[in-house]
């Protein structure tokens, strides 16, 4: 048994999140972390909303509300979209509690002592009609390496290098157009150049990462460049320095602050488990003789935050960058055995854009459709290695012709018919080779399935899943039990649909990860009882430190089914069943092609 740390990208607490938000971090993160579960690992899955920075604060200010007022409300609706989504947080936080800012701050002087963070005075970006400083994602302009003429003012999306927003040809305010002043201003820096060697041999050493962000990690090394970790701003993390810490107009930048909550939700969950030192067993890089992993679920944009700069942090408190030191309180920490980036996933062939209406928000889509049914279309057909178009047509098609014809039918049938004419799980005898065939191949499924989901090829994963669904329904209409009617056929009719609904049992385990809703459904539906497929609650918490309370996500996910063939027991009553999944009407595609027209 392994140690996981699923470590989910934190969704920006500025607005509801739409699908392609979670296609990117929160339902491929679900799918491996539930499946590690179900394989025996003992898997800590974190993340929470991030709260801090001037685009929170811009948005607070034309709303007329406090930042975090603002940062509150939409913490909320995150919380309850990614509940209703049934993604298994065992701890689902934010970045404004006073045990995230405790973390941050023992980092950063941490760092500081090392000597890792440097102090500079630079150029600063201002609104020349506010007075407030500029978010370098909030400036937009040319860039001087590739020309791409809307890059952002800290990194370009085209060429994948770190910019200053100063260094943009024609920059220009996206709040309001302007043109920005740059002024002197004094701050702290990253000492990225100190780690370079350091992270270029652990990147030599990364094994089956995909390969796009393996190359996309290795030539950021070439250029790096001291990284700004605070910024002149009032909503954020005090700077824990003396004649610092006090100040209103100095914050510690978002980036910076982001990545660590890791580690901040870690510590809160094992604080609030009862055991506060239990997070070190997945942290930890002094225990001996422990296998802990750590796998970094993100969207492509987010790359080099998990694959340059969170490494870059994590050395320069353990002491192994170029300048040495000493590791601070919490002791060496492991870097990420792999970042599982995936690409963007865009809609009806635009780039999603809430300004633009080009959006489905997750809670719009969850009150309409079932959530298995958009968990479904991510894996098999989501943004995995390469972008991909969400088109509702494409979605109905998935939903009809492969859950409700192809899972929701071979459930159905075999049940019903069952249930019809046996009123239990008939006895299997005389299997022929036909029926020892298929049952092979379901347990099968068990290694193969299982290596892909351990490989984050989750779009072969559920591939092989659905042929043993496919196999089994070829065996049905093979076999035809319902053809089987006289007293000397019964024996033979219940073997075929015992067979058939041990494979539908195995079938359901197989993908339980990807459509754990349903599998509630259809393990209760073969006679089972408790809980199949845990899901997450949410729990109103005080904060740990005397800070407001919110609402987490957490839950119990020690129950559940494992990652094996169980034979079902014959006798046990069955019903008639009651479809898994619902059938959408062509005209779907038109309502929400029109509702997306406005």
């Not at 494992?562 to 959408?584: C, D, I, N, Q």
């Amino acid at each position: 048994m392994s140690h996981v740390l699923a470590a989910v990208a934190w969704p920006y607490a500025n607005g509801p999140r739409h699908i392609g938000h979670v296609s990117g971090f929160g339902v491929p993160s679900d799918v491996f972390s539930r499946y590690m579960r179900m394989a025996g690992h003992d898997v800590l899955m974190v993340s929470g909303t991030d709260e801090h920075g001037t685009p929170i604060q811009v948005q607070a200010d034309a709303e007329g509300v406090t930042a975090r007022e603002l940062a509150d409300r939409y913490n909320r609706v995150i919380v309850e979209d990614l509940h209703g989504l049934g993604l298994s947080y065992d701890l689902f936080t934010r970045t404004t509690t006073r045990n995230h800012y405790a973390v941050v701050q023992e980092l950063f002087t941490a760092l500081e002592r090392n000597g890792y963070i440097v102090k500079r005075t630079t150029l600063g970006a201002r609104s020349p009609s506010t007075g407030r400083t500029l978010p370098d994602r909030y400036i937009e302009g040319t860039c001087p390496i590739c020309g791409y003429d809307s890059a952002r003012g800290d990194q370009c999306d085209n060429c994948g290098n770190q910019l200053d927003p100063e260094q943009l040809i024609n920059p220009r305010s996206k709040i309001n157009g302007e043109t920005p002043e740059f002024v002197e201003t004094e701050h702290f820096f990253l000492d990225l150049p100190a780690f370079a060697e350091a992270i270029g041999n652990w990147l030599d050493q990364r094994e089956n990462w995909r390969p796009n962000v393996l190359k996309f990690s290795r030539n950021l090394l070439d250029d790096l460049q001291p990284r700004a970790i605070t910024r002149d701003l009032e909503w954020g993390v005090p700077i824990p320095l003396d004649g610092w810490r006090d100040r209103n107009d100095k914050r510690i930048y978002v980036w910076f602050d982001a990545v660590i909550g890791y580690l901040s939700a870690s510590i809160e969950w094992a604080r609030r488990s009862g055991d506060p030192e239990a997070w070190r067993e997945w942290w930890s890089a002094d225990a001996q003789g422990k296998d802990a992993r750590g796998y970094y679920f993100m969207g492509k944009d987010n790359i080099v935050f998990h694959s340059v700069i969170w490494p870059a942090l994590l050395l320069g408190y353990s002491g192994e960058g170029d300048k040495g030191g000493e590791p601070g309180e919490l002791g060496r920490l492991n870097l990420p055995t792999e970042v599982v980036s995936s690409e963007f996933l865009t809609m009806e062939g635009k780039k999603f854009s809430s300004s633009r209406r080009v959006v489905i928000y997750v809670r719009d889509f969850l009150e309409r459709y079932d959530a298995d049914a958009l968990r479904y279309f991510i894996a098999v057909a989501g943004p995995e290695s390469n972008d991909t178009d969400f088109t509702w047509a494409e979605f109905v098609r998935r939903n009809n012709d492969e859950l409700v014809a192809g899972w929701g039918n071979l459930v159905n049938r075999s049940i019903s018919m069952a249930a019809k004419n046996f009123g239990a799980i008939p006895e299997a005898v005389d299997l022929t080779p036909e029926d020892e065939a298929l049952l092979a191949v379901a347990k099968a499924g068990f290694a193969t399935v299982g290596e892909l989901i351990g490989k984050h090829r989750q779009k072969a994963a559920i591939g092989e899943a659905m042929k043993v669904v496919a196999e089994a329904n070829k065996y049905l209409s093979e076999q035809a039990p319902w053809k089987l009617k006289s007293e000397e056929e019964k024996p033979r009719q219940g073997t075929v649909l015992a067979v058939a609904l041990q494979v539908v049992s195995d079938a359901n385990t197989l993908l339980t990860p990807f459509l754990p809703h349903s599998a509630q459904k259809v393990f209760e539906l073969l006679g089972g009882e408790g809980v199949h497929a845990p899901m997450p609650r949410i729990e109103e918490v005080e904060d740990l430190d005397g800070g407001p309370g919110y609402p987490v996500l957490t839950g119990d996910y020690a129950v559940g089914a494992r990652w094996e063939s169980v034979p079902l027991v014959t006798g046990t009553p069955l019903a008639a069943p009651k479809p898994v999944f619902r059938k959408l009407e062509p005209a779907v595609i038109e309502e929400e092609l029109a509702r997306l027209a406005g």
